[in-house]
């Protein structure tokens, strides 16, 4: 079971920079036994998926529309991962959820309550 908690979203100015957390409480297993991912959706989309990294191994993946700008993150002695966001833009605006898995093949079934991003001069 793991609990997600994400924080640190708000408003920020076009080209700006914020960095979400998300803290995991876990149980039966340990959090590097993990894959987190965030996801966002934006008013009137679907959620989609932004990044996610494989805890054991620490390998990363990128959504097309933010590689070079978002990076996640994780700090394992506190069950947290990390959004770190740069040169946001306005499209960007969204509410930003954490997620959880065991495994690759699978959907991830574990999320927080969400946090919002809001990109705007």
């Known amino acids: 079971q793991v609990q997600l908690v994400e924080s640190g979203g708000g408003l920020v100015q076009p080209g700006g920079s914020l960095r979400l957390s998300c803290a995991a409480s876990?149980?039966?297993?340990?959090?590097?036994?993990?894959?987190m991912g965030w996801f966002r959706q934006a008013p009137g989309k679907e959620r989609e998926f932004v990044a996610q990294m494989k805890l054991s191994s620490g390998s990363t993946y990128y959504a097309g529309s933010v590689k070079g700008r978002f990076t996640i993150s994780r700090d394992n002695t506190e069950n947290t991962v990390y959004l770190q966001m740069n040169s946001l833009r306005v499209e960007d605006t969204a509410v930003y959820y954490c997620?959880?898995?065991?495994?690759?093949?699978?959907?991830?079934?574990?999320w927080g309550q969400g946090t919002q991003v809001t990109v705007s001069s």
């Open positions: 876990v149980s039966g297993r340990t959090f590097n036994s993990y894959i």
């Open positions: 997620a959880a898995k065991i495994y690759e093949t699978t959907s991830y079934n574990y």
